[in-house]
Structures are given as structure tokens and as C-alpha cells.
């Protein structure tokens, strides 16, 4: 079997500590072929070796610079070089990548880079057959969720982001070996450099992009996210707001979800006083099951939800979170 490319999100070194939608990569390259993980880094921190290894991955390639560069001290353009070496020595059946900004836009110079097609916000990926030469194909949501769209790669290398919570993370020991690997970093990519970051402070909540649950909160709390919080601590997840919230200064924009803040897909979604216009619908369509809480009965997310609540959410939400804590205690 073709080895499959899987770049380690670069939050994973953090702690040691392997983000969930690489493991959820991991578990999709299984599918498609034999997965190597791509840690740009020092694969010696902490146990993310092990863990890349419990979670199916047969090689790990650590990579650093020949001229001693820290690659990770860099913006995208030397991931990209790193991919693109890596494509032209190992020829992958695939290389898949987390799907956030920092991941389509690697995506992108690699396309470009390596004279391969490009597959953006998979949320489904599955292997080829005769009738697609063997090639992977995924399921797209487009057109803000308007239509699903099952396509594949036909010239090159498929590169692919692919949205976290696409696949359920799976165990399956790997190999692991540890292959280090030098590359070389052109001058013109080092152009863009991190000069400062600052640690995102804990809120005890999941990422919004990676939680499986995720509980927003919109123009009917009348900014007021006492409840909705609430109701995501009680279930264990995170926080979201529409546009319309975060315009009124309710929320920071770093909570928005929609076409113009960040793209969710998790298991559950559950949305509270959110009207349901095309451009929040845009950023959590792709939810495997989405519920709405709303007083108005001809709202526009009604007709997207698997579930819905016509009422308050000020008086369903607490007596939801009150039900949740009894039946947990």
C-alpha cells in the first residue's frame, strides 16, 4: 500500500499533546492507505510519538532544517516546502491536512508547488475503486451547505483538507519508526516570520473548531450568554455565536461561526435565538445533528434542524442544564 501524508497540526507539539483532528486524519489514511505523520518539530516532546503510533501511523517523520531553521518559527511557506520534498521522495497515494486557515493555505502552496489537484473541507473521505483509478474520493458540503458534492483529484498528488470531526479517532497500533529528515528551506519562504505569540487563555472549554459538541448563542439571547454557557459546561462543550452577536459586542469575533468566523462540524450543534441566515448556516451546515431553540416558529434554521424547541431559550436552556446536572449527579 501507497503511503498516505498526514501533517501533525501544529498545535500537537504543544505538551506533547496530538490534536484530535490529527488523530481523525490518522484513522482516515488508514482508509486510503498506509499513514505517515509529518512532525515538523522535535519529535522528542513529550508522547506525541506514542500517540501518533497508537493511532495507526507506520512512519513519523521528523523534519528540521538543514541550516538549523526553526521551521516552526515561521509562518506557512516552509511547511509547504517540507510537504512538497516529502511528496517528491515518498510519491503518497494522498496527504492530507487539517482543514483551519493555516492548513488550506499550506494546502494551497503545495497544490501549486507539486502541479496537484486540491480538495478543500472534506468532510468524508473514502478509498478509490477501478472506476476512479484508485483515487480517493470525498464528500464536499457547497454553496453554504446547498448541495453535498463527491469529488476526486485528477491530476497529481491528492492534497485534501479535511474538517475536524469528519471521522471518529480509532486506535490501531502502528509501527511508529521514527524517520528524521532534513530539508531545505529557499530564503524567499523565511520572509514571513513569527516574532511574538501569546498562549490563548484557558476557558476549560473545547476548541470551537475541534469540540464535538458545539452550543451557540445569537440575537435572541439579547446578549445575554448566561444560559448558554451554562448549557455547555452541563454537556461539555463549546461555546459559539452568530454574527449578528458579535457585531453587537456581545461575544469576541474569535467565538463567531459562519461565513465570515469559523467553520464547525461537530456531532451536536445546538443553536439558541439564532434566526439561521445563510451565512451562519454556511459555518455549521456540515453538523452531523443540529438542534434549534427559538421563539419564532417560522425561523429559517427550523428547516435545517434534525430537532427543534419553539420557546425561550431563557427558560429552556436553564431547565435543560437543570435536567443534564440531575441526571448526571
Known amino acids: 500500500m501507497s503511503e498516505v501524508l498526514v501533517l501533525v497540526d501544529s498545535n500537537s507539539l504543544v505538551d506533547g499533546k496530538v490534536s484530535k483532528p490529527t488523530l481523525e486524519l490518522l484513522t482516515i489514511a488508514r482508509r486510503i492507505g498506509e499513514p505517515s505523520a509529518v512532525l515538523i518539530g522535535d519529535p522528542s516532546t513529550g508522547s506525541a510519538v506514542e500517540t501518533l503510533a497508537a493511532y495507526g501511523a507506520e512512519k513519523i517523520y521528523a523534519v528540521s532544517a538543514s541550516d538549523g531553521t526553526d521551521i516552526t518559527g515561521y509562518l506557512v511557506a516552509p511547511k509547504a516546502e517540507v510537504l512538497a520534498q516529502l511528496v517528491e521522495r515518498t510519491g503518497p497515494a494522498a496527504v492530507l491536512i487539517p482543514s483551519g486557515g493555516e492548513g488550506k493555505e499550506i494546502a494551497g502552496r503545495l497544490a501549486v508547488k507539486t502541479d496537484s489537484g486540491l480538495i478543500t473541507d472534506a468532510v468524508d473521505v473514502q478509498p478509490g475503486d477501478d472506476s476512479t483509478r484508485g483515487t480517493p474520493v470525498t464528500t464536499q458540503s457547497v454553496f453554504a451547505g446547498s448541495y453535498t458534492v463527491r469529488a476526486r483529484v485528477t491530476h497529481g498528488t491528492p492534497i485534501i483538507t479535511v474538517k475536524p470531526n469528519s471521522a471518529a479517532p480509532a486506535q490501531h497500533q502502528g509501527a511508529g519508526a521514527v524517520e528524521e529528515l532534513t530539508v531545505t528551506i529557499s530564503e524567499s519562504a523565511k520572509t514571513a516570520k513569527i516574532t511574538a505569540s501569546e498562549p490563548r487563555k484557558a476557558s476549560g472549554r473545547p476548541e470551537l473548531t475541534e469540540a ?10 439579547g446578549g445575554d450568554f448566561t444560559a448558554v454557557e451554562a448549557f455547555a459546561d452541563a454537556i461539555g462543550a463549546a461555546v459559539g455565536a452568530s454574527r ?16 465570515t468566523g469559523k467553520t464547525v462540524s461537530p456531532q451536536l450543534y445546538v443553536a439558541n435565538g439564532i434566526s439561521g441566515a445563510i451565512q451562519h448556516r454556511a459555518g455549521m451546515q456540515t453538523s452531523k445533528t443540529i438542534v434549534a431553540v427559538n421563539k419564532d416558529d417560522e425561523a429559517p434554521i427550523f428547516e435545517l434542524v434534525d430537532f ?6 431563557q427558560k429552556v436552556l436553564p431547565a435543560a442544564t437543570e435536567e443534564i446536572t440531575k441526571r448526571k449527579g
Not at 464535538?212 to 439571547?221: E, F, N, Q
Open 308 to 313: 427543534g424547541v419553539v420557546g425561550d431559550l
Open 244 to 259: 449578528a452577536a458579535v457585531d453587537s459586542g456581545w461575544m469576541p469575533h474569535a467565538f463567531q461561526v459562519g461565513q
Open 212 to 221: 464535538a459538541i458545539v452550543v451557540s448563542g445569537g440575537r435572541g439571547t
